[in-house]
Structure formats: structure tokens, C-alpha cells
């Protein structure tokens, strides 16, 4: 937990400082990731070649399954908010461990059963992805392309279907906006259901947006907020949904800076 905590501030600093490209977009990894209703959560444990996950509910391990290789939860956002975890808590995927030394050649999952941690099945693919989101259903697992290796900041978000074993041609596009993106993702929320994903994005320069993607429809909205924040403030700007999931809050420390209505994503 200590090594991740420096390794998310060292990643955050050089961020803010413009020098995030010498390392990387990628998030990493987190330490553990729980159920929506967080009666269980679960970690990885990596020796020798292979990996332990475990599942842990009440402080007992009730599960628990070797796999060779190395394997992790993966993170989500730049300040390590885990992911990895379908909606309904069924499907964990692993990620590996990213090397922050440019662009890999091929990039695999993981996906794990969780009921009694057994192995689905290993995706690879050719190039350089990261875990995004999976949709309520299981069928779909989103993820994150990286292609420019001179500017590692630009991503694409890409669609794999776990029924087909295929991914899906093209990028998930929002409306009016190019294929390729450009950020470093702060935050996260997710409606109850997981359909929809917020990610807020930092764009180092320009204002924040926020990256909606609908999970059961492979599509997505860009929203571009009003706000510009102070230097270093973004790396501690949150999102949350209200209660209700209408609207969609931006807190930076204890104010709300901007509120998207989930309807119409007009921004106020």
C-alpha cells in the first residue's frame, strides 16, 4: 500500500508538472476492489511466475485461486480508484502490470469468474490496452487503446465482444468529437445499474471534460465543463451522481463546481 501511494503521487506530480508522458498514461493498478454493496472485496498477490487472487468477505478469505502469471486489478483513474469489476459483481478481469516504458506490443486480460474464482478465459490483443469498463450484461469489456507513442497522453476507447471473442471494429465515438482522445481520467462514477460511466478527464490544457459512456449501448457523450481550475487542484476534484442519478455532481474540495443533468448533459 505504501509503494502504491508513492507511486500514485509521483505519477500525479509529474502529471502536473507537464512531464507525465516520461511515464506513461496508464493507471496502474489498485491494491483491491469491492462489490457495489461491498460485501465482498478482492486482491491479487503476485510470486514466483504466478498470482493469488483472493475474495474476502467480513475479513475472512473465502475464496481463493493460483493462476500463473502476473495479474492485477486494475485502476481506473490516475489516482488509483479501482476497476475490474463487472456491475452485478460476476466478472473480474485482470489486467498485467503496466511497464511505464512506452507502448507494448500486445496487452492481455484476464477474466475471472468470481462465484468460485475460475478462469474464463485470456484475451490478448495487439497493441497497447487498458481495462475501461464492462457492461451490465458481461458481453461487452471496454477498453482503453494507446496508439501515439510520441504523445502517450492520447487514447481511444474501444469495444471487445465477449460473446464474438472479437473486437469490435472502430472506436466508441462520442457525437461531433474525433476517435482520438486526449486526458488523464481523475474520477469516476457509475449509475447503479453501470450503463453509464462518468470519467473526468484532465486535459492539462483547455478545461475538463467528462467522458459518458453508455456500457449497454456502446456509445458515448463528451461534456465539456465551464470550469477552469487552479493548478494542482484537479488531481483532487471528485464526481458523484445524486441520489436520484439526475444529476451529476463536480466537487472540488467542498464545493460543487459544476452539475451535469444525465438527461440532457447540459452543464450548470
Known amino acids: 500500500m505504501r509503494w502504491w501511494a508513492a507511486l500514485v503521487v509521483a505519477v500525479a506530480s509529474l502529471a502536473a508538472t507537464g512531464a507525465a508522458g516520461a511515464v506513461g498514461p496508464w493507471p496502474g493498478l489498485a491494491a483491491t476492489v469491492s462489490t457495489s454493496d461491498h460485501s465482498v472485496r478482492y486482491t491479487t498477490s503476485r510470486a514466483d511466475g504466478g498470482t493469488t487472487i483472493r475474495a474476502i468477505s467480513h475479513g475472512a478469505v473465502t475464496a481463493e485461486q493460483y493462476v500463473d502469471g502476473a495479474w492485477g486489478i486494475p485502476a481506473v483513474t490516475s489516482?488509483?480508484?479501482?476497476?475490474?469489476?463487472?456491475?452485478?459483481?460476476?466478472?473480474?478481469?485482470?489486467?498485467?502490470?503496466?511497464?511505464?516504458?512506452?507502448?507494448?506490443?500486445?496487452?492481455?486480460?484476464?477474466?475471472?469468474?468470481?462465484?468460485?474464482?475460475?478462469?474464463?478465459?485470456?484475451?490478448?490483443?495487439?497493441?497497447?490496452?487498458?481495462?475501461?469498463?464492462?457492461?451490465?450484461?458481461?458481453?461487452?469489456?471496454?477498453?482503453?487503446?494507446?496508439?501515439?507513442?510520441?504523445?502517450?497522453?492520447?487514447?481511444?476507447?474501444?469495444?471487445?465482444?465477449?460473446?464474438?471473442?472479437?473486437?469490435?471494429?472502430?472506436?466508441?465515438?462520442a457525437k461531433g468529437e474525433s476517435e482520438t482522445m486526449r486526458g488523464y481520467p481523475v474520477s469516476r462514477a457509475a449509475s447503479k445499474t453501470g450503463t453509464w460511466v462518468y470519467t473526468l478527464y484532465d486535459r492539462q490544457r483547455g478545461k475538463p471534460f467528462i467522458h459518458a459512456l453508455n456500457t449497454s449501448r456502446r456509445l458515448a457523450v463528451c461534456i465539456d465543463l465551464r470550469w477552469s481550475p487552479p493548478s494542482g487542484v484537479m488531481w483532487e476534484t471528485r464526481v458523484a451522481l445524486t441520489p436520484d442519478g439526475r444529476k451529476l455532481l463536480v466537487r472540488s474540495g467542498n464545493s460543487v463546481v459544476s452539475r451535469v443533468d444525465t438527461r440532457s448533459f447540459r452543464v450548470s
Not at 486480460?109 to 478462469?119: E, M, R
Not at 504523445?151 to 464474438?164: G, M, S
Open 79 to 173: 489516482v488509483g480508484l479501482a476497476g475490474g469489476l463487472s456491475p452485478d459483481g460476476r466478472l473480474l478481469v485482470l489486467a498485467q502490470p503496466p511497464t511505464y516504458q512506452g507502448l507494448r506490443q500486445e496487452s492481455s486480460f484476464l477474466l475471472v469468474d468470481t462465484p468460485k474464482l475460475s478462469v474464463r478465459e485470456t484475451i490478448t490483443l495487439r497493441g497497447e490496452f487498458g481495462f475501461d469498463a464492462v457492461s451490465p450484461d458481461r458481453r461487452t469489456l471496454y477498453v482503453i487503446e494507446h496508439r501515439n507513442t510520441s504523445d502517450l497522453v492520447q487514447y481511444v476507447v474501444r469495444a471487445y465482444d465477449l460473446v464474438k471473442h472479437a473486437l469490435v471494429r472502430g472506436a466508441i465515438v
